[in-house]
């Protein structure tokens, strides 16, 4: 064992051990929280309600219930950690990562894969990569690949181009790697089995970017530092925050993520431990590791359950833990960043391919010789989207139960055979128990997300009073959003569960504003559906309508939110009243702040024209 082995500050290995509190602690939490919900919930129905939908909606109810539960909890131990200063994996002030980084020995390549990019911005996020690296003295570690699985000769004469401007201007020569693939097998995970094949065995780790990504120098060396004195560690994965667009929409989602995001993946860090998971992007791998094990199957059948496996990540650190390898998510590392969509409908369709590979993911929960943690993973990937059809069937059931005691009247004697009439109880105590304690699941983080901003780093955020504003803002957004998502969401899931497949097309980029056709034609049903609740409960069942009105405001105003919140010039107008800033705004980050320019302005020195 090497001397850097040892050492606290980077051997990650060392804190592989003592997980199994940390997970009891969460794991009792959330049962308890949901057995709580669950409880409250059966106790407000009574038992005039019919046995059927009581069941109906208990089991749906449990299911969303206990998800949010475990969001709740995981940024509840963020918010602690981060409020004590502590590590989530040493939970002392000082963690792997921190300190001096020391000479790097071995080699790392940085891999961008891209598909019908705009080349002009990625290699403008390559170039501030690029000259971060440079600033720490140690990018003659690393080379830099770009793998094209580019089907457009256009784009790829631009891509071919842009990469000798940017080797000049760089001078980095033949550190510089451009290649593009005839034949797109595997998508991205084939791109990178490619370059494993041809490349692999000249480095020992590779930093996994997406043509969206940036990364500061001294991030990219404190990783492979990690991993050079970590020998049992097969990945380490970065918190990626976003940043980089200018619509309102996206602004808002930066804020958010910036806000939430990082107390979120701390929580999660300190129970994960050494079995975290792989988000494909912004990530250190080690090579042979990968290469050996995390090859991805085909599944058997057609798509989209069946075929290529569209959401590679979660799988390859299944593999790479299966393979005794430890895989790591690291918080604490900031300088990682990636890009939003900015319009709700292209948030909505990059969901759409996640969603499928996900649920392709049902089929690999049962591999032999999975970590029960990677087998978790794929569960709670699955459903991070059938949350979305388990809030609209909790609030169909919760309907149906309305307008049956509306319509049919109590009943008197109900599902338990008696002598006795069950008068009708309206049990106000548990229902607004209830309503107290999801209102503190959903709400509770944020605030205390605030309180840790207003301690700290308010100032570069716009200040207290603008960060306050911005998060109430956020809220209210974020409530009409919810709605509108969970619809998309679900119709996506019925359609892949109906045999619907979808491709992997190219992932829309830049500040695209929506018109309102668009905006119409995509969500006209979601209108119809909130105006004929409206109809319905207001005509047969007026006093649950305010109950209703949170979830089909959004509903209604879905077309007038997504027109108007795509709008770049109102994005540019919260900046500039300091309203949802991220801190590399705020504080003037050098990194962010000239990937920025340069994507804004399309850097024309990198390339002759600018690829629509």
């Not at 649920?359 to 990937?381: D, E, F, I, N, Y």
């Not at 009073?465 to 959003?481: G, K």
């Not at 109906?498 to 119409?520: F, I, K, N, S, Y």
Request: with cysteine; charged share 15%; proline share 5%.
């Amino acid at each position: 064992m090497s001397d850097r082995s040892r050492d606290p500050h980077w051997n990650l290995d060392r804190h592989a051990t003592g997980a199994g509190w940390r997970r009891l602690v969460l794991i009792g939490a959330v049962l308890m929280t949901a057995t709580a919900g669950v409880h409250l919930l059966a106790m407000a129905l009574g038992p005039q309600v019919p046995l059927g939908l009581v069941i109906a909606l208990l089991a749906f109810f449990a299911l969303s219930f206990a998800w949010i539960a475990l969001s709740f909890w995981a940024a509840i131990l963020g918010f602690l950690l981060n409020a004590l200063g502590l590590h989530p994996l040493s939970l002392s002030r000082v963690g792997p990562g921190d300190g001096a980084v020391p000479e790097l020995r071995g080699h790392t390549a940085i891999l961008v894969p891209v598909y019908n990019e705009q080349p002009d911005e990625v290699f403008a996020r390559l170039e501030t990569t690029w000259r971060s690296l440079e600033a720490t003295g140690q990018a003659g570690a690393f080379a830099l690949f770009v793998l094209s699985d580019t089907t457009v000769d256009a784009i790829a004469a631009e891509e071919e181009k842009g990469i000798e401007v940017l080797r000049q201007r760089l001078g980095i020569g033949e550190r510089l790697h451009w290649r593009r693939r005839t034949a797109n097998t595997g998508r991205k995970a084939g791109n990178i089995a490619e370059w494993l094949d041809s490349h692999g065995s000249r480095f020992d780790h590779m930093i996994v970017f997406d043509a969206d990504s940036l990364m500061s120098g001294d991030t990219m060396v404190r990783l492979a530092a990690l991993m050079e004195a970590s020998p049992r560690t097969g990945m380490v994965q970065t918190h990626a925050e976003p940043m980089g667009r200018e619509t309102l929409f996206a602004r808002v989602l930066q804020f958010s993520a910036r806000v939430y995001g990082g107390m979120l993946a701390t929580g999660h860090a300190f129970w994960q431990k050494g079995e975290a998971n792989y988000f494909g992007h912004n990530a250190i791998i080690r090579v042979a590791a990968f290469s050996d094990h995390c090859r991805l199957p085909v599944l058997t059948g057609q798509a989209p359950l069946g075929g290529e496996i569209l959401s590679h990540d979660f799988v390859e650190a299944a593999f790479m833990r299966r393979a005794g390898w430890f895989v790591w998510s690291l918080p604490t590392l900031h300088g990682s960043y990636e890009e939003l969509p900015s319009n709700v409908v292209d948030y909505a369709v990059r969901d759409r391919r996640w969603i499928q590979g996900n649920l392709q993911h049902a089929r690999l929960v049962g591999a032999r010789g999975l970590h029960w943690m990677s087998r978790l993973h794929l569960v709670m990937g699955i459903m991070g989207y059938l949350a979305s059809p388990l809030w609209l069937g909790s609030l169909l059931l919760s309907a149906a139960i309305v307008l049956e005691h509306e319509i049919v009247g109590p009943s008197y004697f109900g599902r338990v055979p008696s002598l006795f009439p069950n008068w009708p109880q309206y049990n106000t105590g548990h229902v607004h128990g209830l309503l107290v304690l999801t209102a503190a699941l959903l709400f509770l983080p944020k605030l205390l997300a605030l309180v840790l901003r207003l301690g700290g780093s308010s100032r570069v955020q716009g200040g207290r009073l603008a960060m306050t504003v911005s998060v109430l803002l956020e809220t209210l957004f974020s409530m009409l959003l919810a709605p509108v998502m969970m619809l998309f969401h679900s119709v996506f899931v019925l359609g892949i569960l109906a045999g619907r497949a979808v491709g992997w097309p190219p992932q829309a980029r830049g500040d695209r504003g929506m018109e309102w056709d668009t905006a119409l034609e995509r969500h006209l049903g979601q209108v119809v559906l909130g105006a004929v609740a409206v109809l319905v409960i207001g005509s047969w069942a007026p006093a649950f309508l305010p109950w209703l009105l949170p979830v089909v405001a959004g509903l209604l105003l879905a077309p007038s939110l997504a027109v108007y919140s795509s709008r770049r010039e109102f994005g540019v107008a919260a900046r500039r009243w300091r309203l949802f800033l991220t801190p590399e705004e705020g504080a003037g980050d050098p990194v962010a702040g000239r990937a920025s320019v340069a994507i804004s302005t399309k850097d024309s020195a990198l390339h002759g024209n600018t690829q629509a």
